[in-house]
């Protein structure tokens, strides 16, 4: 198997959290990862994105080649679509329906949905809600990670080890919210 | 798979974590995009604590190379870790250190940035090997990254020279799963003995010279023997050569499309001679694949351009920026199928200061206090605030290298320019400034230097900085009149009060130092969260 995933958002959503889950989980099921990060001056507030590939074999390129992503997860409608080029033809969109608006030119949000849905397969989710569901507004891109579980190649048991694992320092309590907000992102998939 | 000897590991927490187990007893470095991540693993690795490893932040890389140089003259192993442009300012102990040579292994790493994507430019760092003549080795990917900081430690020791270990960003930024070999002891301490051998005079250094040039067939033979260093067999009258992270690339497209095209890798410099020559000797067309300029493309290819050779130089490969797979695909010639548009309604979403961050006070004051002049230069440096150069400040005119905002300043003060107003952090202030301002005092320049003062290396993530809670006495140390060393405190409360204060010091006809100070927003909640965790 090889998957190869896109996870985008604004620097400081919580990228780099979602993309360690996921490298954990593949990790533990003993599969190659390769996941390139945005250090530096991009993260103040900017466009940011994470490259992940998985695979039951040997990766080369840190970088996903344009056209082979199978997934753009994105925390935020419009940079789920700076990153199409990538998006292979049979790929599938899946974000955070609220914008993140720190730009003055930001577009409208109808006329941004309405792209995503005649562009490609998508799943709109409302992370904000689900988040607030399951106790925090932090646990938003949990929420996402649950949404995309079922595009990952990855079973959801291994996904919930990860993200035991991943909030154990912080305690139960930290862990529960979280292991919610990934059922509850989960359980939202319209498939 | 058996997981447990396994980490997931950034390139450059491979090349930290590989150090501490090939026995390092420092390591010294400023931080820098992409290399900061090596220190930072070591700072807070209990290995590192267990075994003693020094590792704090050092003020710029020239003391930090030092030393360096200076554990390695005591015979113990360390490592000096920098981005690419800060081997700049390392570059005379560099270079130099390759005349002294070495006694306790020492490996230089430096963090290249093609495409720039934290930079000012895209130097590539093997020239420098190149120049000082010393060995190069370049992983490409994160395993051998680990693997390579060990034999670069062997290698120093054997060969007594420094080892220049250079990582692109996108190996030293991405994770990988890494396998670890044994842990081994650090070196006893052993200084040189041959101290005369360290003295760099002239007639001393030009036999030093003669021994580095002697050095270098067996540096030649020993990157032909190198593991790394190494040739997949194929089919046809086209190869490729590909140097460092650029294999990847090569190897993506090739398994991807079932190419079966013969591949020289090269990871270890000096250029393997008689690999390459009896490589290049089979086939008629070669594409060599360089991250970074086109350094052995060049060599390869000849003043007289032997056309066999494709690559950067004829278009078969872009001029500039970093490599790709489709780029690779390319010249691989392969047709892969036209990309997606990015739909016209997408708006860029540019880096920005952060909200409540004051340095937008601080440029807001700058503005203000700036109308009444004829004039809105303001000399600017590097670090988070150099984004003041962007709307909606427009502050910024100009950054160039660490420090440089100070003695440009000076520069445009001696040619008449008034009022000479320089913008430059903390930490950028230790790390290049100083010196600087010890010309502007004793020329007694007519300028204005703002420390934008927030108590940390913002930029690179929030390592200490060097000077912090030191600048009023370093400043009036170096002979700064009393009087004109003004503090302000960059809130929107003290707007009218700042905009008072800079006009003053403008107006004065000598140098004052403003300094404006207010903690980053992103430490204060770090500091924070700490301080209530500690209370809990």
């Known amino acids: 198997m090889q998957k190869n995933i896109i996870i985008s958002g604004v620097g400081g959503q919580g990228i780099l959290t979602m993309a360690a889950i996921i490298d954990l989980a593949a990790m533990n099921l003993g599969l190659h990862v390769k996941q390139a990060e945005v250090h530096g001056m991009s993260q103040r507030g900017g466009a940011v994105e994470s490259h992940l590939r998985i695979s039951s074999e040997e990766i080369y390129s840190d970088l996903i080649p344009q056209g082979k992503a199978d997934v753009i997860l994105s925390l935020e409608p419009m940079e789920a679509l700076r990153y199409l080029p990538f998006l292979s033809p049979e790929g599938v969109i899946i974000t955070a329906k609220e914008p993140y608006k720190n730009i003055p030119n930001y577009p409208d949000e109808t006329e941004l949905l309405k792209t995503i849905e005649k562009t490609t397969a998508h799943v709109l989710v409302e992370a904000a809600l689900l988040a607030r569901q399951a106790g925090s507004p932090k646990t938003y891109n949990i929420v996402m990670l649950g949404a995309a579980a079922p595009y990952l190649d990855i079973a959801p048991t291994e996904l919930e080890q990860a993200i035991t694992h991943y909030f154990f320092p912080k305690g139960e309590a930290v862990v529960n919210m979280n292991l919610q907000a990934f059922r509850l992102g989960l359980s939202n998939n319209p498939n | 798979m058996d997981n447990r000897d396994k980490q997931l590991l950034l390139g450059a927490e491979a090349v930290a974590q590989a150090a501490l187990d090939a026995g390092i007893s420092g390591v010294y470095a400023y931080p820098g995009t992409p290399s900061t991540e090596i220190t930072e693993y070591i700072h807070q690795s209990p290995q590192a604590k267990e075994a003693g490893v020094r590792s704090t932040w050092s003020a710029n890389e020239k003391t930090a190379y030092e030393a360096a140089l200076g554990m390695s003259y005591a ?192 990871s270890q410099y000096p250029l393997p001679e008689k690999k390459v020559r009896q490589f290049a000797e089979r086939y008629d067309l070669i594409l060599i694949a360089e991250e970074g300029y086109p350094v052995y493309e060049e060599w390869l290819k000849g003043y007289f351009g032997n056309d066999k050779f494709r690559g950067r130089l004829d278009g078969a490969l872009p001029r500039t920026g970093e490599l790709s797979p489709n780029a690779l695909a390319k010249a691989l010639g392969v047709e892969t199928a036209t990309p997606r548009d990015i739909p016209e309604i997408v708006a860029g979403r540019p880096p920005m200061l952060c909200d409540g961050c004051g340095h937008r006070d601080l440029f807001e004051a700058i503005n203000r206090a700036l109308e009444i002049y004829p004039h809105r230069h303001v000399f600017g440096d590097i670090g988070c605030y150099t984004l003041g150069a962007l709307p909606p400040y427009n502050t910024i005119s100009t950054c160039v290298d660490m420090g440089a905002a100070i003695t440009m300043a000076k520069g445009a003060a001696d040619a008449g320019m008034r009022p000479a107003v320089a913008v430059i952090g903390d930490s950028t202030f230790t790390h290049s400034g100083i010196t600087g301002l010890l010309d502007a005092v004793n020329d007694g320049s007519p300028v204005t230097f703002i420390i934008s003062d927030n108590s940390t290396t913002a930029m690179t993530g929030g390592q200490d900085s060097a000077g912090t809670g030191k600048y009023v006495d370093i400043c009036k140390g170096i002979g700064v009149n009393e009087a004109h060393i003004r503090t302000i405190i960059p809130l929107k409360k003290n707007l009218e009060q700042n905009i008072a204060v800079l006009r003053e010091e403008f107006d004065y006809e000598g140098v004052s130092v403003v300094i404006s100070q207010r903690e980053c927003v992103q430490t204060g909640v770090k500091h924070k969260k700490k301080k209530a965790q500690q209370q809990d």
Request: net charge positive; hydrophobic share 40%; with cysteine.
């Open chain 2, 75 to 266: 015979g113990k192993r360390s490592m000096v870790c920098m981005k690419h442009v800060g081997l700049n300012v390392a570059a005379d102990a560099f270079m130099n250190s390759a005349i002294t040579g070495v006694h306790g292994g020492l490996v230089v790493v430096a963090a290249d940035d093609p495409s720039m994507h934290s930079s000012q430019n895209e130097q590539d760092s093997r020239v420098y090997g190149k120049f000082a003549m010393i060995p190069v080795m370049e992983p490409s990917n994160q395993q051998e990254a680990y693997d390579m900081v060990r034999s670069a430690f062997d290698l120093s020791e054997e060969m007594q020279l420094p080892v220049l270990l250079r990582i692109p960003t996108r190996l030293s930024h991405s994770r990988s799963v890494i396998r670890r070999s044994e842990m081994r002891p650090q070196n006893p301490l052993n200084p040189v003995t041959d101290k005369m051998g360290w003295v760099l005079l002239p007639a001393i250094a030009r036999k030093n010279y003669q021994r580095l040039i002697d050095k270098q067939p067996q540096l030649v033979a020993l990157s032909d023997a190198s593991v790394f260093n190494t040739e997949r067999p194929g089919e046809g009258d086209k190869a490729v050569i590909a140097f460092g992270i650029a294999y990847n690339y090569v190897m993506e497209v090739i398994t991807t499309y079932r190419l079966n095209i013969p591949v020289l890798k090269i």
